[in-house]
C-alpha cells in the first residue's frame, strides 16, 4: 500500500512539473514585468506604489533595456527614440504603443569652460563621449548635419554614463552628450551647455511591449498604462511634491531632481501615423550613415491600440 501511495505521489509531481514546463505560470502571468531608467514617469510610479501588478528591473540605457525584452526578461519598458530602432535592426520583436511630449532640453553636449568651445563646429578633432544607440546617438547625427560636419569630423567615443561621467571629468573626452538625469547631475562648476536638442530633435520617450505580453497580458498592459498616465498627469501638476519623491527614489539631490524634471519632465502621448512618420525618419537617417545594419521599417512597429488610454 506504501509503494502505491509513493508512486501515487511521485505521478502527481511529475505531472505538476510537466503542466509548468514550456510557459508562464499563473503568477508570472498576473505580474506586468516593466523595465525602467533611472528617470521619468516610471520612476515616478514606482516610487508611489501605484501598480501592484508591477515588478521592477532598472536599467542604465535604453540599448541595455531592449536586450532585455529581447531576451524575455521584461514585459514593457521605456526608451528614448534611437534604441527601438537599433533593436528593431538587431531582430527584437516589440511594438511601440505610447509615446511623450516632446522633450528637446532633456539632452545636452557637455563641455568644460576652461577649453573655450562656444560652438559645436569647435568640436572637429575632438573626442565625443555618448552612448551608441541612445536618444543622444540622433541628436549627434543631427548636430554635425546642422554643422556640416561628418561623423569623421570628431573622434566618437561609445561610452555608457557610468563610463563617461569619469571620462568627461577627467578631461580624458572633450565633450559628452548625455541626457536627464545624468546631465543636472554633470552640471557642475566648471561645465556648461554647448547645445541642446531644440531645433534638431524631439527627443520623446516611447514605450515598447514585447508581443507575448500584448497577447498574454492585455489587460495589464492597459491598467498599466492608464495608471501610468494618470501618475505623469499627477507629477506635472505637483511639480514640489514630485521632486520629493523622486529624489531619494532616484538618489540624487532635490535641487538636481527639480531642475531636471522642470526640463524632461513631459506627459505621454498616443502614438499615430505622424509619431510613426517621425520615427521612420530616424530610422532611415541612422541606415543612411550605417549606424544600423540596413533599412528597417519602424512605423509598422506603431501600435495604436491603446491610443483611446490616452486621449
Not at 575632438?126 to 543631427?142: D, F, I, Q, T, Y
Not at 554643422?147 to 571620462?167: C, S
Amino acid at each position: 500500500m506504501r509503494r502505491v501511495l509513493a508512486l501515487f505521489g511521485v505521478l502527481t509531481l511529475i505531472g505538476s512539473l510537466t503542466s509548468c514546463g514550456g510557459g508562464e505560470t499563473k503568477a508570472e502571468k498576473e505580474q506586468l514585468r516593466v523595465g525602467y531608467q533611472r528617470f521619468g514617469g516610471q520612476s515616478l510610479l514606482k516610487a508611489r506604489g501605484l501598480a501592484p501588478n508591477a515588478s521592477w528591473s532598472l536599467f542604465e540605457s535604453g540599448p541595455a533595456l531592449t536586450e532585455a525584452i529581447k531576451a524575455g526578461a521584461i514585459d514593457i519598458g521605456q526608451t528614448g527614440e534611437a534604441p527601438p530602432i537599433f533593436a528593431a535592426a538587431g531582430g527584437t520583436k516589440f511594438k511601440i504603443i505610447a509615446t511623450s511630449e516632446p522633450v528637446p532640453k532633456g539632452e545636452a553636449v557637455l563641455v568644460k569652460e576652461k577649453n573655450g568651445f562656444t560652438s559645436f563646429k569647435d568640436l572637429k578633432g575632438k573626442k565625443v563621449a555618448l552612448n551608441k544607440g541612445s536618444n543622444v546617438n540622433w541628436l549627434l547625427v543631427k548636430l554635425l548635419e546642422a554643422n556640416d560636419m561628418k561623423i569623421t569630423d570628431i573622434e566618437v567615443q561609445y561610452l555608457k554614463p557610468a563610463e563617461a561621467r569619469p571620462a568627461f571629468d577627467n578631461d580624458q573626452v572633450d565633450a559628452w552628450i548625455i541626457w536627464d538625469p545624468y546631465f543636472s547631475l554633470a552640471e557642475q562648476p566648471g561645465v556648461k551647455v554647448l547645445a541642446d536638442a531644440t531645433g534638431l530633435a524631439n527627443n520623446r520617450e516611447y514605450l515598447l511591449v514585447s508581443p507575448e505580453a500584448l497577447r498574454n497580458k492585455p489587460d495589464l498592459v492597459r491598467e498599466y498604462l492608464r495608471v501610468y498616465r494618470e501618475v505623469t498627469d499627477w507629477g506635472i501638476a505637483n511639480p514640489e511634491e514630485r521632486v520629493k519623491l523622486l529624489a531619494p527614489e532616484l538618489k540624487i539631490p532635490e535641487d538636481v531632481a527639480r531642475r531636471a524634471l522642470e526640463r524632461s519632465a513631459q506627459p505621454l502621448a498616443q502614438v499615430d501615423a505622424t509619431i510613426g512618420d517621425e520615427l521612420q525618419q530616424i530610422a532611415d537617417g541612422f541606415a543612411d550613415l550605417a549606424l544600423i545594419p540596413g533599412k528597417v521599417d519602424i512605423k509598422s512597429l506603431v501600435d495604436p491600440s491603446f491610443s483611446d488610454v490616452l486621449k
